[in-house]
């Protein structure tokens, strides 16, 4: 299962930067698909993430600012993140769990290497 991200960059704060993931391999994904990202010297946080078939979640912190969305056909998961502040610069990770692979389920939840984001003041 490879997960691979796009769409990070650079962008002003207020702008406006949209992120995708998509998820190749011979799979399903029965669970979640969501976003984690990590700035410089901190732990890697939950942003958002879409189970399947139910409601997105969102931190606190991106609330009102991001919008997850997620293509079930596709194994795909967007995130549009708009008013984007500089706390929000950090390396964006794709998470998967509860993947069936090759008709077996996954015990792991799968990663992608991530995408960076830059939001300048």
């Known amino acids: 299962v490879q997960l691979v991200e796009s769409g990070g960059g650079l962008a002003q704060a207020g702008g406006s930067l949209r992120l995708s993931c998509e998820a190749s391999?011979?799979?399903?994904?029965?669970?979640?698909m969501g976003w984690y990202r990590q700035a410089p010297g901190k732990p890697r946080e939950f942003v958002a993430a879409?189970?399947?078939?139910?409601?997105?979640n969102y931190a606190d912190s991106v609330k009102g600012r991001f919008t997850i969305s997620r293509d079930t056909a596709e194994n795909t998961v967007y995130l549009q993140m708009n008013s984007l502040k500089p706390e929000d610069t950090g390396v964006y990770y794709c998470?998967?769990?509860?993947?069936?692979?090759?008709?077996?389920?996954?015990?792991?939840?799968?990663w992608g290497k991530g995408t960076q984001v830059t939001v300048s003041s």
């Open positions: 998470n998967a769990d509860r993947v069936v692979l090759n008709g077996i389920l996954s015990p792991d939840a799968y």
């Open positions: 879409v189970p399947r078939g139910a409601i997105a």
């Open positions: 391999g011979n799979i399903v994904i029965l669970g979640a």
